[in-house]
């Protein structure tokens, strides 16, 4: 099996030398993702609706890759304020509530620009595993 990067175009992965997910074996690794619409580079205010353009994002990119939000098997989300978390966690039950995932949830003190108020990570098998 060899190695396969899966890019969103976003100009952060080449910039800052990462890929939006790798697939190897059977898993997808799928890098932390931020509520970006990456079609339009714009990123709402509300947390929520951060959160589910996060999971747009992980779909198309989990579809890529061969793989779809029911493979997810871990999931690990960062939030900037505490008063995140049930906002963020309403949206992963939203989609995940039948796939229920390994999960974690982390209060940091912030992302990468002050905007970004949530990431997500994922890891995934694929239609293979």
């Known amino acids: 099996m060899?190695?396969?990067l899966i890019s969103t175009g976003s100009p952060f992965e080449r910039t800052f030398g990462y890929s939006r997910a790798v697939v190897d074996g059977d898993y997808v690794f799928v890098a932390g993702t931020t509520g970006y619409d990456y079609?339009?580079?714009s990123l709402p205010e509300d947390v929520?609706?951060?959160?589910r353009n996060i999971f747009r994002t992980l779909e198309g990119v989990l579809h890529?890759?061969?793989?779809?939000?029911?493979?997810?098997?871990?999931?690990?989300?960062?939030?900037?304020?505490?008063?995140?978390c049930e906002p963020?966690?309403?949206v992963c039950g939203e989609i995940l509530a039948d796939i229920?995932?390994?999960?974690?949830i982390y209060v940091v003190a912030g992302l990468l620009k002050p905007e970004m108020k949530v990431e997500i990570e994922v890891t995934a098998r694929t239609s293979r595993g």
Do not use: H, N, W
Not at 48 to 51: D, P, R, S
Not at 100 to 104: H, I, K, L, Q, V
């Open 100 to 104: 229920r995932p390994a999960s974690g």
């Open 64 to 84: 890529e890759a061969g793989s779809s939000l029911d493979r997810i098997v871990r999931k690990q989300v960062f939030v900037t304020d505490p008063r995140y």
């Open 39 to 41: 079609a339009t580079m």
């Open 88 to 90: 963020v966690l309403r």
């Open 2 to 4: 060899t190695r396969r």
């Open 48 to 51: 929520a609706e951060q959160a």
